[in-house]
């Protein structure tokens, strides 16, 4: 039985231990709630810690109640004392649709990632995972960054001293270098020169040597070639061409910046591998799926007459807000496979299964390789959920290429953008018209 500590607002947490930890419920004790907006409105059943009683429960994780995954929220209660390991974001666990407790097998696994360029932190941030590696918010060059790796207890036993300054273009201030041997430490992100100095000598504390993945990003044949041949386990070099090293996984950019598209994987606006068995496993799996571009989002949602959305977890509820303003009556509800753990309904929408919707089509006439499906869940899910949306009638073999649509947040979030301008609409007239979509309880014919 593992203990668990929950912390958020009355509603947070009443909100994931009937949903997110509902499947959890016979393997884990809630020793007690904290929450930030009142002592006594979860009820009796719980019992209320203060900050004091979560710090003195020293081994016991603290589960953050929440779907935003907002990094305030996690910086606001380490400031209190409360270690950044220990914290687990039921955010992460919904954007990944991964169990609690595979979740905190993923945490306790230390995992360390070694880098040169903002991969790593990248990663760390889109697992929600604490930093447990020095090279975070910096880059190396090529050759520098292959020494500190082929002399790394060495290296990671020397203090930076700095060695001059640089500019970040992209965030317009100066940001300073350090060098450690005769390796350049270059802290694109950081403002402050002693911050960063004591930020990599307490991440050189951290590193796991027992569970290291070690990445690169390089365009030289010459600088994989080299990197293939270092004594690390577990070790990945992301290449802009096709090479026979088995540690190198070809990246075809479509002639964007290699590093800018590699860190977008990390982050998970674009699915080339699947990062999950990367960080459990040590592994690649390779499955690149296309985002739909700009126009042809455009196209299919003022095309569309008939929309569900795939998915009622966090990418859901994202989907939802922001096609609902352009969508109207037209967007029906949220499709699932499976109704447990899943609510009634959400966003003010009906949720149903697959097998109920296909049944409510049917019974209205509405062709069903004619409604638009936003798949808004994990791309290593896609191939599944098309299968089983198959089986049932939705987009067939013969339905136009309209009929299934990939969500991704900010190619969304600039398309229903447009759609407004386009419809000469407000800011204001917009937002109302969000809080209509959200809450109104008229509905097209598909929500009878």
């Known amino acids: ?112 990632i070694l880098s040169n360029d903002c991969w790593g932190g990248l990663t760390y941030h889109f697992f929600g995972l604490p930093f447990l590696s020095p090279t975070i918010n910096l880059f190396f060059d090529d050759p520098e960054y292959l020494t500190f790796l082929e002399n790394l207890d060495d290296m990671l036993q020397l203090i930076p001293e700095p060695c001059g300054t640089a500019y970040n273009m992209d965030e317009r201030f100066e940001y300073p270098v350090f060098r450690i041997g005769s390796v350049r430490l270059f802290m694109k992100h950081c403002r402050n020169a002693e911050q960063g100095k004591k930020k990599w000598i307490e991440r050189c504390r951290r590193i796991n040597r027992d569970n290291l993945l070690v990445i690169m990003v390089t365009t030289l044949r010459s600088s994989a070639e080299r990197f293939s041949r270092l004594p690390y386990a577990h070790k990945v070099c992301f290449v802009p061409f096709e090479t026979d090293l088995p540690c190198c996984v070809y990246v075809d950019t479509h002639g964007k910046d290699l590093v800018k598209y590699v860190n977008s994987l990390a982050s998970g606006e674009r699915y080339l591998y699947d990062p999950l068995a990367l960080v459990e496993q040590h592994v690649i799996h390779t499955t690149e ?16 007459q008939h929309v569900l959305i795939y998915g009622a977890r966090v990418l859901g509820h994202k989907a939802c807000m922001m096609s609902a303003p352009v969508l109207g009556d037209r967007l029906c509800g949220f499709a699932v496979s499976d109704m447990k753990d899943n609510p009634e309904t959400k966003d003010g929408l009906p949720v149903r299964t697959v097998s109920c919707w296909s049944e409510k089509m049917d019974s209205l006439g509405i062709a069903k390789d004619s409604v638009l499906v936003i798949l808004a869940l994990h791309p290593r899910y896609y191939g599944e959920v098309e299968a089983s949306l198959k089986t049932y009638g939705f987009f067939p073999d013969s339905s136009p290429s309209g009929s299934r649509l990939l969500f991704h947040a900010e190619q969304f979030r600039l398309i229903c953008r447009h759609i407004h301008k386009k419809r000469k609409r407000s800011m204001t007239a917009s937002f109302l018209c969000s809080i209509i979509c959200s809450s109104r309880g008229a509905r097209s014919p598909a929500h009878a």
């Open 1 to 112: 039985m593992e203990n668990l500590i929950l912390w958020g607002t009355s509603k947070q947490i009443l909100n994931a231990i009937e949903t997110t930890l509902s499947a959890e419920r016979d393997t884990i004790k809630i020793l007690g709630v904290h929450q930030t907006d009142s002592p006594v409105s979860v009820g009796p059943d719980y019992l209320y810690f203060s900050v004091d009683d979560v710090l003195h429960h020293t081994d016991c994780p603290v589960f953050v109640c929440g779907i935003s995954g907002d990094a305030a929220v996690l910086r606001e209660i380490t400031s209190l004392g409360i270690p950044r390991e220990r914290l687990i974001p039921e955010a992460c666990l919904l954007s990944l649709a991964i169990s609690y407790s595979r979740y905190v097998a993923l945490l306790r696994s230390r995992l360390s």
């Open 289 to 304: 799926v296309r985002i739909p571009g700009k126009n042809e989002i455009r196209e299919t949602l003022e095309a569309a």
